[in-house]
């Protein structure tokens, strides 16, 4: 597995692990970015999943 952010790893065959959910599957929807968060007054950053909501479907 190749490590893409902190605490969060990714490997060729599709699974993932991340610290606080454990193994998963990725899918297309998903987006992995960095969030910001201030933790006692200092910026820090943290891997989070953002899903995609594709509407292409509606007519």
Known sequence: MKQQFIG???CKC???WKRDI???ERTN???FC???R???GKPKQR???RYNK???GDT
């Open 34 to 36: 960095l969030e910001r």
């Open 47 to 49: 891997p989070t999943i």
């Open 38 to 40: 201030y933790i006692n």
């Open 54 to 56: 594709d509407d292409s």
């Open 29 to 31: 929807e998903m987006m």
């Open 14 to 16: 599709g699974m993932s």
């Open 8 to 10: 969060l790893q990714h």
């Open 22 to 24: 454990g193994f998963f």
